[in-house]
């Protein structure tokens, strides 16, 4: 089965039947526009009409800024060269140009955008900016005939705004077939919704809501149950309400961080989100003797003032007792403020120190009072070892305990 | 006799039938290879003509594999369904097989009783029950079986050179080679080329007149009269070999597989990891390890000298990596390439003739007469039963570890993923599933969403897969540091790769995906967790793919089911005839050699018995062993084996059981204990390795040292228990253990939180989201950012602030230049930033440049797991100057902030300190980011560490975090090339926080004594497990 000897021969065909259709000369033919109407109106029929002597044998070449289209004339005692709709359907210029083997001559039709408004192509963005007159949002208006074509240039649009109590009107005129405002946010926050309208049709309803700008800064309060450093109860430290340098509360969830320098200079930190622009952090007390200096921010843009708190020893003292030779260590009874025992989970440290060397520290929770540590024989063989137990801040040590 | 049917194969059929018939139907969906065929006819399915294949690792064409089973799927899920034709094929395949073995045993065995005894012991045989119910390996099945039918024609036309059988089994071996590939090439080693020897030997023997006199050189002068119609068949079966399936060879040849070998199970040394010697050596064996002295002797005789040797080959290379020889005959290439269970699986069927020729030996011949006379009527019988028994046993066995020992984990609904990917436009991105075993394959069938990951590991295209050992990211947990290593770098960039949307069917990668910048979206009624990752653009609407030209799709569509058309138009008027008893037709060549079955040899009775005593006495000894290593209480190791096991899996009853009954624990307190506990080490770890060190042991008291080592989604932890343990009555029991006695303050408390909630569309609609309904990106800031070297890699670190007014979802992007402004690598932000911002809430960021790991060949792959395994990209060039892109996006979700931290202790090594939960929500996961300073209050260095235990509201947690000891050089502290948003970064500080208060940063660091940092501060990144 030879493919290429059908291939050659249908080519050889088409070039036969171009060739005879070709026989016809142009180069002695003439062409004279008839046509006199340059302009013309989006959706009108367009057609181009040329007296001609000779050959009938040309066509047109039309384009426009959607694309290119080729037309064959309709001949009679004229060509008439009817533009498709697709091509005059859209405003602007249609340059078209007729040609034979070669250009024969050129020109310029100018289609124009129907009078009557059907649409109002509306765009806006950023929907949020910031309060403060600064910032703004931009709207876009395109007004469009039936066709989809913008209206001729100069057109008016009305934009219109609410924001609070105020409703405002601006005018602005098309240019290049669109039209743009800039609408500059308020002091206050809150939303704004915005309307426009071109040749009475009138677009939905946009908004743009107004949000606060960066807080300045706040005074911090701290709250708590009673100042003894008993490791269980809970400070809660707020904010005042924070406001935007225009006296508005700073969106919800705005992170403000509380840093807490305590007497050893080590440093704690709680952080809160606001709600109605008050912030709420919270910290367990501590469990020893302490002094607190708290200082709240919302990084780089607004701060407190330090306040300082004070926390008074509760576990003022405490016993241990060696048993079950030694291996059994009872720290305890754990007693707070009122003499009553510590509420369960004061942590009580047990470093073991052999021959100065660390060998291993335990950490235990207070139960019901007391803590007791067992040495394992296994773990902690024969020898001499050295105690130090850490308990509300206050060490006790044991040196040279022996085991057997 | 001549003429009547065999009733022992119809007995065989129709049992066959009825039993493999109604179990595929709980087993077949659970193998481990049923669904992939199921994808790859569903692709068939959908472009019968066009091999290339979108869904999987981002495009990969079927024509790496033979097509005939899968278009036969897709043909028939025309009439009623993909799984319909699945099992349809598989019904087929379960008729091929057992005529299969019919036709086979036949010609060896000459005799129709042995034959139909064969054809219903491959009913039942384990080796088959394994490969169908356990594997679901259809192709590999069809394949054998379809060689087996080949044989007798093989046979005749070598022996009688009729050219109508070179026909009958050229066409056969064509169906044989578009099925599956490697059975016909390993077919004509272990098979044909013993066949051939088989014709040759009887060929001689008609010289002779008795296969006595069979000498070398008559067999030799055979050899030769043979020869034309040997080279004959050989070379046109090789030219059918190749031809039917050449697309499949091109493919080979242009994508040769270079990628890392994969585990598998069957080269494992079995004495070593008993679980694949039962799988890929006792199970496909069964009762037939104790027939071996019988298979190997009637193998040996003259007859069958060279089946003899191919089924010592055979069973050499199936006991994979236990001898060095398989990996000395295959080479060390084709050894890590093949699975070796296929050789046990094809020694097990060519074992099936002569254990049927046993059975009936044993059942109504002389052996029986034997065994009567020797050793009497009731022995035969006893030994009859234990034998009928063990053979049934291996049987139910085989079919039950489907059921007791599930592969695969349970039966996914998938139409809620299927209704949420066509929903919205979810199929518009990449998806990704995870733990849903190889049912990911049935999903991937059913939706035209596509998938980074795949399950046909040879097709892997992407370097992140084909560097490693796994065969999926789906199961990386289960493929230690490789496959976590693999897959967090899909889910740190899952850009490049629009993969947005992740299925998990498995709580142990929550954290991974977490600590990724990953959020949780919803979970289906399936109780499936969606995962969604913000800011990856859709999938272009144009794809890459590799396309082979035309002729090469047209004979991949057309050839095998031509094939199949060919062959049962020459097969099935002899297949008819035979059936159906039409007319007389004369017996096949091969029944002029029919065996003796009248004396059955002694010595071989002998041994045996011996054998078989040897058999027993393994078999004794080896549950013996298994009694001693699994029996919890029998020592204190054992013990603590079985307690942390018990942990490991959850079982908590078990566990308990192993706790001292006379400490006054009881069930209920000790479950409490156990469920209050959440944090990475008790929820989201599986334990690794475990080692004991007794300490001290008494008669009953011993003091144990347990290391164990935890592989968890983020990092490996390594933990030391010290354990008591008493001897209670002879058994030992473990000493429970303290539990923390944290009493928080309040028992009931309020607290208030800003809640977001994101529409997405306002409208529902089908279109794209209408414009105004588009969220702003939230405004983001970089407070400084820098690139700089540590240890020979390079980093970027810096801080960023969410300067909006809306919580950011935050997604990083690090490039490096060299001084030519040539790019060098890329990379994201992973662990070492918080994901999610409040308003105005800064978080300090580091962005690693990793590579791809083991990208080299030669970098050996480390034994031991490492989820934090860090692989330094690296680079030809100098890195000099660093591009920063910031993206921001609204998201309401994982906005927990109310961890505190408090440092409590420090000196030049470590910080101590606590953690605190004021919340309502239970951490799971408490992560602290630490940023190191120099001496002007700069940054220099960001790290991190997961806190192992998590905390409960209003209680602490410990910490003690090691202080760093490298020293970091600054390279370039430019930030003119960082944006956000896509807009410059200097633009959007200077509009929104024009006068930033620089001094806060400072103010607000904790001051250390170290040679190379003198400030760091803390940050807490909390992962909530379960929100309420």
Known sequence: MSYKSIYISIILAVLLVSGFSMKQDTKNSSYTLISTTSTYTAGDMVSLDFNFEGSADVFMYCSNSYGSVIIQPTVGNTLKFEIPKSITDKSGTINWELHATSKLSSGQILIQPKSEINKLETYIGPPSIEAGGTDYTMLVAIPTDELDNPLVDSTKVVVKHQFLDDHKDDDIYTKHGFTYKNLFSYEQTGRMLINSESLDLNSKEFDVNVVPAIPTNFTISADRIHNYADGNQITTFRTSVIKDRYNNTVSDGTFVSFIIINSDGNIEETSGATIDGIATAKLLHPDHEEQWAIKAYIEGMANSETINIKFEQAVTDFEVSFSDSNRMITVGPLQSFMDQYIPDGLRVVLTITKDGAIENQIIEQSVDGYVKFILNKDRYTKGQYDLKIEAAGITKSFENTSYE | MKNASNKYLIAALLIGLAFHGTSIFFTLETTYDALIHLFFADHYANSWFEPWNYKWYTGFTVMSYPPLVHQS?????????????????????????????????????????????????????SSFVETLHIFGQLPSIIGISVLMHALPEIYNWLKTGRWRYLATSLSLIAVTVTSHHVTPIFGMVFFIFPLIGMVIMDHAKEQVSSLKAVTIKVFISSFFKLLKRIVGFGFSSLFIIIVCILPYWINSKNNPITQVPIPHGSRDNFLEITSSGLVFFLIPWGILLILLPYIFYRFYSKRYLFFGLSITILFILGTGGTTPIPRMVLGETAFNILTLDRFTLWASIMSLPLFGEFTYRFAEGDLKTLIQSKLGAVYHRIAGGVLAGLFLFMTIFTMSLGYFKPSQPQKIKMLPIINFLNQDQHDQWRYMTLGFGDQMAWLAAQTNALSVDGNYHSARRLPELTTRPIERLENSKFKGVEGIGSLQQFLTTPEKYNLKYIFSNDKFYDPILYFCGWQRLRQLE????????????????????????????????????????????????????????????????????????????????????????????????????????NESHHSPKNAILAYYDALDFKEFEKAFSLINPESDMSIAQYMLQVSVTDGLLSSYAKLDAISTEIISETEDLASVKVTTDWITPLEKINKIYYRTLVKVDGKWYLQPEEITADLPPDQLYASNKTAYFNQGRRRITTEQTYHEDVLKQPVLEILSAKLVKADQSYAIVGEIQNIDNVPADVVLKGTLYNDADKMLATYNAKYHVKHKLMPKEVSAFRINFEGIAWS????????????????????????TKFNLQAAGNVSGSDLFKNTTVSISDLNNETISGYLFNSGTEEVTIPQLLVSYYDENKELMWVDHMFVKDGIRQQRTQAFKYQLQTNSVLTINDDMSNCYVNGLPNTSISDKIVSDRITDHSKETLQSIEHPNFKYLKLEVNSYIGNPN
């Open chain 2, 526 to 629: 399936n109780g499936i967790m969606v995962w969604e990752k913000l800011n990856v653009p859709p999938l272009s609407s144009i794809l890459p793919k590799e396309d082979v030209s035309r002729w090469q799709k047209l004979l991949w569509g057309i050839v095998p089911f031509l094939t199949v058309l060919i062959a049962f138009l020459l097969n099935v008027q002899s297949v008819l005839v035979s059936s159906l008893k039409t007319k007389v037709t004369s017996l096949p060549e091969y029944f002029n050699f029919k065996n003796d079955y009248s004396k059955f040899s002694r010595g071989l009775l002998r041994i045996s018995h011996v054998w078989s005593v040897i058999m027993a006495i393994i078999i004794l000894i080896g549950i013996y062993q298994f009694y001693i290593k």
């Open chain 2, 73 to 125: 799927i897709a043909a028939l899920s025309f009439i009623g369904g993909l799984k319909f034709g699945l099992f349809s094929v598989a019904l087929i395949g379960i008729i091929l097989f057992i005529t299969g073995v019919y036709r086979f045993s036949l010609l060896i065995t000459s005799n129709r009783t042995v034959a139909g005894y064969a054809a219903i012991l491959a009913v039942f045989s």
């Open chain 2, 856 to 879: 080299k060949t030669k970098d050996s792959i480390p034994k031991t797991f490492n989820p934090d395994e860090f692989t330094p990209i690296e680079l030809d060039e100098q890195p």
